[in-house]
């Protein structure tokens, strides 16, 4: 199988790593970032473009664009990893939908394209007989659309809710054990790099409610959008809220619910028992999907990290080449 990486940021760069190092049968003709690019049909010199990257900020030359990438390099499937625009999709989108028309599938880790234009994606994976994978989209590690749209095929699903923003995470259970005011733990939080320079998506639960919008539009049918979900962040939780949830053996988590019947999407800080399954501690993930057959089905694990996001990346290039027959 024969890929192109468009992003060589944390994403990209693990994703290379990870290839590289493990006999998956998965060949890199072509690796682009916002200034460079470089192709080689054969396979890419993995360790040369990575070292290259290191030193100079390129991973190939000036003149290779995206676009000559897109059109010109021997690729099966596109792993577009470019930075979340949550307003246009771009510069992923287009990327996306020349690939998808073109025949070639895509597995992306970009939650803007999926959350803003699912079904019309969709529409074109399936016109020109090629996949579109998200995977990575959606808690990192976490295989969730995996377990939702196979693992858990021919369930009704009630209800899926959970922690689905790390920095959210880390930011409560610092003020809940270490008694740490809000700003303390987010000052912690960029200091560690959990938290970026601007965390507003983060803090006022903008990410989590964006990972609803896809969770309900891609595997429930939904069609909803971010206007859609009933917003509540984290930055107005006064840490004395914290400290009293704490005399009850509680604690509070930002928790985004998908109410299946109503189809209502929610994203609010709540109080939970401590010991409650969706508690989990730092930057951790944790979803819980209530269904008719199954009863309930908690997966937890790293909703972020560079290699971690790969491990779903790789799943997905995975499936898409059993589902073609291991043609590739
Ligand atoms: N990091 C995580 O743990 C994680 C987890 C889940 C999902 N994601 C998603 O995965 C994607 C990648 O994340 P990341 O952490 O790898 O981001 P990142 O470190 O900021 O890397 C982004 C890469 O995209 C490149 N890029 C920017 N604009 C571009 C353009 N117009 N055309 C081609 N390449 C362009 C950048 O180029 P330069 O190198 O030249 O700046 C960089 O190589 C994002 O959509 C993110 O939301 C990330």
């Known amino acids: ?35 460079s690019g470089i192709i080689d049909n054969k396979g890419l010199d993995i360790c040369k473009i990575l070292d290259n990257k290191e030193k100079t900020g390129l991973c190939g030359d000036m003149k290779i664009t995206p676009e000559l990438i897109l059109n010109s390099a021997d690729y099966d499937v596109l792993v577009e990893v470019t930075p979340t625009n949550a307003d246009t999709g771009q510069p992923a989108l287009e990327y996306i939908k020349y690939a998808l028309s073109k025949g070639k599938s895509v597995v992306t880790s970009n939650k803007g394209p999926i959350a803003l234009e699912y079904s ?48 959210c995470n880390y930011i409560l259970t610092r003020m809940s054990d270490e008694k740490l005011t809000y700003q303390q733990a987010l000052l912690e939080a960029r200091e560690l790099g959990y938290a970026e320079a601007d965390p507003t998506y983060d803090i006022k639960g903008i990410d989590a409610a964006i990972k609803l919008v896809i969770l309900a539009n ?111």
């Open 218 to 328: 891609t595997i429930l049918g939904f069609h909803k959008t971010l206007d859609d979900v009933d917003i509540t962040g984290i930055d107005n939780i006064p840490s004395d809220a914290l400290q009293l949830a704490g005399e009850d053996e509680k604690t509070i988590r930002l928790i985004g619910e998908i109410d299946v019947e109503n189809e209502k999407l929610r994203v609010s800080p709540r109080i939970l028992l401590k010991n409650h399954t969706l508690v989990v501690q730092d930057t951790l993930n944790a979803v819980t999907a209530e269904t008719d057959l199954a009863g309930n089905v908690t997966l937890i694990g790293k909703g972020a990290g560079s290699v971690e996001t790969a491990s779903s990346i790789i799943s997905d290039l995975l499936f898409i080449r059993e589902c073609n027959g291991r043609r590739y």
């Open 120 to 167: 019309n994606l969709l529409k074109i994976a399936e016109e020109n007989k090629c996949f579109l994978r998200f995977e990575a989209a959606v808690c990192g590690a976490i295989p969730i659309i995996h377990a939702l749209e196979h693992g858990l095929a021919g369930n009704n699903i009630k209800r899926i809710y959970g922690v689905f923003n790390g920095t």
């Open 1 to 35: 199988m024969k890929i192109a990486i468009l992003g060589f940021g944390s994403v990209g760069k693990g994703l290379a790593r990870i290839i590289n190092e493990k006999n998956l049968g998965i060949i890199i003709t072509a690796v682009g970032d916002s200034k």
